[in-house]
Protein backbone atom coordinates (compact mmCIF):
# COMPACT_ATOMS: atom_id res chain seq x y z
CA UNK A 1 0.00 0.00 0.00
CA UNK A 2 1.23 3.34 -0.92
CA UNK A 3 2.20 5.38 2.43
CA UNK A 4 -0.21 7.81 3.97
CA UNK A 5 0.57 10.61 6.29
CA UNK A 6 0.74 8.83 9.89
CA UNK A 7 -1.43 12.56 10.69
CA UNK A 8 -4.16 12.27 8.81
CA UNK A 9 -6.91 11.01 10.35
CA UNK A 10 -10.91 10.60 9.41
CA UNK A 11 -13.95 10.38 11.92
CA UNK A 12 -16.98 7.84 11.10
CA UNK A 13 -19.95 6.76 13.17
CA UNK A 14 -21.02 3.36 12.18
CA UNK A 15 -19.23 0.67 9.79
CA UNK A 16 -19.97 -3.39 9.31
CA UNK A 17 -20.84 -5.10 5.81
CA UNK A 18 -24.07 -4.68 3.76
CA UNK A 19 -25.10 -6.86 1.05
CA UNK A 20 -25.55 -4.83 -2.61
CA UNK A 21 -27.74 -1.92 -1.35
CA UNK A 22 -24.40 0.46 -0.99
CA UNK A 23 -22.72 -0.60 -4.09
CA UNK A 24 -22.19 -4.20 -5.51
CA UNK A 25 -21.52 -7.11 -3.51
CA UNK A 26 -20.61 -7.40 -0.15
CA UNK A 27 -19.63 -4.50 1.31
CA UNK A 28 -17.45 -2.40 3.89
CA UNK A 29 -19.54 0.12 4.43
CA UNK A 30 -17.65 3.66 6.31
CA UNK A 31 -20.72 5.80 7.28
CA UNK A 32 -18.56 9.22 8.31
CA UNK A 33 -19.28 11.94 10.25
CA UNK A 34 -20.61 15.15 9.62
CA UNK A 35 -23.07 16.52 6.97
CA UNK A 36 -23.75 20.06 5.33
CA UNK A 37 -27.67 18.93 4.46
CA UNK A 38 -30.89 18.77 7.23
CA UNK A 39 -33.17 16.91 5.69
CA UNK A 40 -35.91 15.83 7.97
CA UNK A 41 -35.92 12.42 6.53
CA UNK A 42 -32.37 11.58 7.21
CA UNK A 43 -32.02 7.65 7.84
CA UNK A 44 -28.77 8.03 10.16
CA UNK A 45 -28.93 11.33 11.85
CA UNK A 46 -26.24 11.04 13.80
CA UNK A 47 -24.70 11.53 11.29
CA UNK A 48 -25.53 15.56 10.67
CA UNK A 49 -23.77 17.30 13.30
CA UNK A 50 -19.68 17.50 14.31
CA UNK A 51 -19.39 14.62 16.50
CA UNK A 52 -22.18 12.54 17.54
CA UNK A 53 -22.04 9.85 20.95
CA UNK A 54 -20.57 7.07 18.50
CA UNK A 55 -17.97 9.02 17.11
CA UNK A 56 -14.51 7.20 15.88
CA UNK A 57 -11.77 9.37 14.92
CA UNK A 58 -8.79 6.74 13.52
CA UNK A 59 -5.81 7.52 11.44
CA UNK A 60 -6.24 7.20 8.10
CA UNK A 61 -3.34 4.65 7.78
CA UNK A 62 -5.55 2.17 10.05
CA UNK A 63 -8.57 2.87 8.40
CA UNK A 64 -6.94 1.63 5.28
CA UNK A 65 -4.76 -1.65 6.50
CA UNK A 66 -8.63 -2.57 8.53
CA UNK A 67 -10.06 -2.35 4.89
CA UNK A 68 -7.24 -4.04 3.01
CA UNK A 69 -7.42 -7.14 5.89
CA UNK A 70 -11.13 -7.55 4.75
CA UNK A 71 -10.42 -8.16 1.55
CA UNK A 72 -11.30 -12.04 1.45
CA UNK A 73 -15.11 -10.63 2.45
CA UNK A 74 -15.77 -9.08 -1.04
CA UNK A 75 -17.45 -11.51 -2.37
CA UNK A 76 -19.75 -10.86 -6.12
CA UNK A 77 -17.96 -7.94 -6.54
CA UNK A 78 -17.80 -6.24 -3.23
CA UNK A 79 -15.33 -3.66 -1.75
CA UNK A 80 -15.55 -0.29 0.45
CA UNK A 81 -18.33 1.92 0.73
CA UNK A 82 -17.26 5.17 2.07
CA UNK A 83 -21.52 6.82 2.83
CA UNK A 84 -22.44 9.26 5.58
CA UNK A 85 -23.54 12.03 6.80
CA UNK A 86 -21.71 13.56 4.25
CA UNK A 87 -18.39 11.84 3.67
CA UNK A 88 -17.02 14.92 1.02
CA UNK A 89 -17.12 16.98 3.92
CA UNK A 90 -13.68 14.69 5.34
CA UNK A 91 -12.60 15.29 1.11
CA UNK A 92 -8.93 15.50 1.38
CA UNK A 93 -8.85 11.71 3.91
CA UNK A 94 -11.50 10.41 1.82
CA UNK A 95 -9.52 11.07 -1.48
CA UNK A 96 -6.30 9.73 0.23
CA UNK A 97 -8.00 6.82 1.67
CA UNK A 98 -9.63 5.67 -1.80
CA UNK A 99 -6.35 6.20 -3.66
CA UNK A 100 -4.51 4.31 -1.24
CA UNK A 101 -7.61 1.07 -1.22
CA UNK A 102 -7.85 1.23 -4.76
CA UNK A 103 -3.96 1.03 -5.45
CA UNK A 104 -4.40 -2.27 -3.76
CA UNK A 105 -7.44 -3.63 -6.05
CA UNK A 106 -10.45 -2.57 -3.67
CA UNK A 107 -13.46 -1.74 -5.57
CA UNK A 108 -14.67 1.38 -4.34
CA UNK A 109 -17.63 3.57 -3.97
CA UNK A 110 -18.56 6.68 -2.36
CA UNK A 111 -22.47 7.68 -1.55
CA UNK A 112 -22.84 11.57 -1.86
CA UNK A 113 -25.21 14.54 -1.96
CA UNK A 114 -23.18 15.68 -4.83
CA UNK A 115 -22.82 19.58 -2.88
CA UNK A 116 -18.79 19.41 -3.17
CA UNK A 117 -17.28 21.82 -5.43
CA UNK A 118 -14.91 19.49 -6.16
CA UNK A 119 -16.13 16.23 -6.26
CA UNK A 120 -15.12 15.50 -9.68
CA UNK A 121 -11.66 14.97 -9.04
CA UNK A 122 -12.76 12.07 -6.74
CA UNK A 123 -13.83 10.15 -9.61
CA UNK A 124 -10.50 8.93 -10.66
CA UNK A 125 -10.53 7.03 -7.20
CA UNK A 126 -13.74 5.81 -7.54
CA UNK A 127 -14.96 2.55 -9.09
CA UNK A 128 -18.85 4.18 -8.96
CA UNK A 129 -20.36 7.17 -7.22
CA UNK A 130 -23.93 7.86 -5.98
CA UNK A 131 -25.07 10.53 -5.52
CA UNK A 132 -28.91 11.87 -4.55
CA UNK A 133 -31.12 14.14 -6.36
CA UNK A 134 -33.29 15.23 -3.48
CA UNK A 135 -35.33 18.15 -5.68
CA UNK A 136 -35.21 19.31 -9.21
CA UNK A 137 -36.37 22.94 -7.60
CA UNK A 138 -33.67 24.95 -6.39
CA UNK A 139 -36.01 26.89 -3.98
CA UNK A 140 -37.56 23.73 -2.64
CA UNK A 141 -34.20 21.98 -2.18
CA UNK A 142 -33.52 24.71 -0.04
CA UNK A 143 -36.40 24.76 1.63
CA UNK A 144 -35.83 21.06 2.45
CA UNK A 145 -31.73 20.11 2.77
CA UNK A 146 -30.62 23.67 3.51
CA UNK A 147 -28.43 24.10 0.59
CA UNK A 148 -29.04 25.17 -3.02
CA UNK A 149 -29.23 22.24 -5.46
CA UNK A 150 -27.51 24.01 -8.16
CA UNK A 151 -24.01 22.29 -7.26
CA UNK A 152 -25.34 19.01 -7.17
CA UNK A 153 -26.79 19.01 -10.83
CA UNK A 154 -23.66 20.28 -12.02
CA UNK A 155 -21.66 17.42 -10.49
CA UNK A 156 -24.14 15.12 -11.81
CA UNK A 157 -23.82 16.21 -15.16
CA UNK A 158 -20.59 16.86 -15.19
CA UNK A 159 -19.57 12.95 -14.31
CA UNK A 160 -22.60 11.12 -15.96
CA UNK A 161 -20.51 12.95 -19.27
CA UNK A 162 -17.27 12.45 -18.39
CA UNK A 163 -18.28 8.31 -18.90
CA UNK A 164 -17.71 7.48 -15.01
CA UNK A 165 -20.11 4.85 -13.49
CA UNK A 166 -22.59 6.74 -11.59
CA UNK A 167 -25.91 6.25 -9.63
CA UNK A 168 -28.86 9.27 -9.18
CA UNK A 169 -31.06 8.28 -6.32
CA UNK A 170 -34.07 10.20 -5.88
CA UNK A 171 -35.98 9.59 -2.74
CA UNK A 172 -39.16 10.13 -3.41
CA UNK A 173 -41.68 11.22 -0.28
CA UNK A 174 -44.82 12.96 -0.23
CA UNK A 175 -45.43 16.53 0.30
CA UNK A 176 -41.68 17.04 -0.72
CA UNK A 177 -41.38 15.96 -4.50
CA UNK A 178 -43.75 13.10 -5.89
CA UNK A 179 -45.79 16.39 -7.65
CA UNK A 180 -46.43 16.95 -10.98
CA UNK A 181 -44.00 19.96 -11.01
CA UNK A 182 -41.64 17.87 -9.21
CA UNK A 183 -42.18 15.04 -11.55
CA UNK A 184 -41.67 17.43 -14.46
CA UNK A 185 -38.87 18.96 -13.20
CA UNK A 186 -37.05 15.59 -12.90
CA UNK A 187 -37.56 14.71 -16.29
CA UNK A 188 -36.73 18.32 -17.35
CA UNK A 189 -32.90 17.22 -16.13
CA UNK A 190 -32.54 14.43 -16.55
CA UNK A 191 -33.12 14.53 -19.93
CA UNK A 192 -30.18 16.90 -20.24
CA UNK A 193 -28.03 13.40 -18.91
CA UNK A 194 -29.43 10.50 -21.28
CA UNK A 195 -26.48 8.67 -23.26
CA UNK A 196 -24.42 9.32 -20.49
CA UNK A 197 -23.14 5.77 -21.17
CA UNK A 198 -22.63 4.74 -17.54
CA UNK A 199 -26.05 6.13 -15.97
CA UNK A 200 -28.39 4.77 -14.23
CA UNK A 201 -31.07 6.15 -12.23
CA UNK A 202 -32.82 4.65 -8.68
CA UNK A 203 -36.08 5.98 -6.86
CA UNK A 204 -36.33 4.96 -3.26
CA UNK A 205 -39.63 5.10 -1.61
CA UNK A 206 -39.97 6.73 1.40
CA UNK A 207 -39.35 4.96 4.95
CA UNK A 208 -39.14 5.16 8.55
CA UNK A 209 -35.99 3.49 9.32
CA UNK A 210 -33.98 6.60 10.56
CA UNK A 211 -37.45 7.60 12.85
CA UNK A 212 -35.73 5.95 16.67
CA UNK A 213 -32.29 7.04 15.89
CA UNK A 214 -33.94 10.88 15.72
CA UNK A 215 -35.27 10.09 19.67
CA UNK A 216 -32.04 8.39 20.94
CA UNK A 217 -29.83 11.18 19.29
CA UNK A 218 -32.58 13.33 21.47
CA UNK A 219 -33.90 14.95 18.09
CA UNK A 220 -37.10 15.80 16.91
CA UNK A 221 -38.35 13.44 13.89
CA UNK A 222 -40.58 16.12 12.17
CA UNK A 223 -41.93 13.80 9.00
CA UNK A 224 -45.56 13.02 8.80
CA UNK A 225 -47.97 11.19 5.94
CA UNK A 226 -44.65 11.05 4.00
CA UNK A 227 -45.37 7.69 2.19
CA UNK A 228 -45.59 7.13 -1.47
CA UNK A 229 -48.57 5.21 -3.48
CA UNK A 230 -46.51 2.58 -5.31
CA UNK A 231 -48.15 3.38 -8.59
CA UNK A 232 -46.08 6.81 -7.73
CA UNK A 233 -42.88 5.86 -7.71
CA UNK A 234 -43.55 3.54 -10.96
CA UNK A 235 -44.94 6.83 -13.06
CA UNK A 236 -41.55 8.65 -12.16
CA UNK A 237 -39.67 5.54 -13.08
CA UNK A 238 -41.88 5.18 -16.60
CA UNK A 239 -41.19 8.61 -17.38
CA UNK A 240 -37.02 8.44 -16.51
CA UNK A 241 -37.28 5.20 -18.76
CA UNK A 242 -38.51 7.10 -21.78
CA UNK A 243 -35.77 9.94 -21.84
CA UNK A 244 -34.34 7.11 -22.51
CA UNK A 245 -32.05 6.54 -18.90
CA UNK A 246 -31.87 3.10 -17.23
CA UNK A 247 -33.45 2.26 -14.34
CA UNK A 248 -32.23 0.29 -11.14
CA UNK A 249 -33.47 -1.09 -7.94
CA UNK A 250 -31.28 -2.52 -5.49
Known amino acids: MKEVDAGMRMRYFQKGF ?3 QDGPGNRLVYH ?3 CNMRCAWCSNPEGIGGVSKSCREEPVEAIAQAI ?3 RAMFFEGGG ?3 T ?3 PTLQFEAVRVLLSAVREEGVHTVIETNATHPALPALVPYIDLLIADLKHPDDERHRLFTGVSNEQVIQNIGDIARSGARMLVRIPLIH ?5 DASFDGFFRLLRGFAGAPWLQVEVLRYHEYGKD ?3 AHGMRYAMRHAFVERARVELLEAGIRALPIEVVRT
Do not use: S
Open 80 to 82: LTL
Open 84 to 86: GGE
Open 68 to 70: LAA
Open 175 to 179: GVNDD
Open 213 to 215: KWA
Open 32 to 34: LQG
Open 18 to 20: NFA
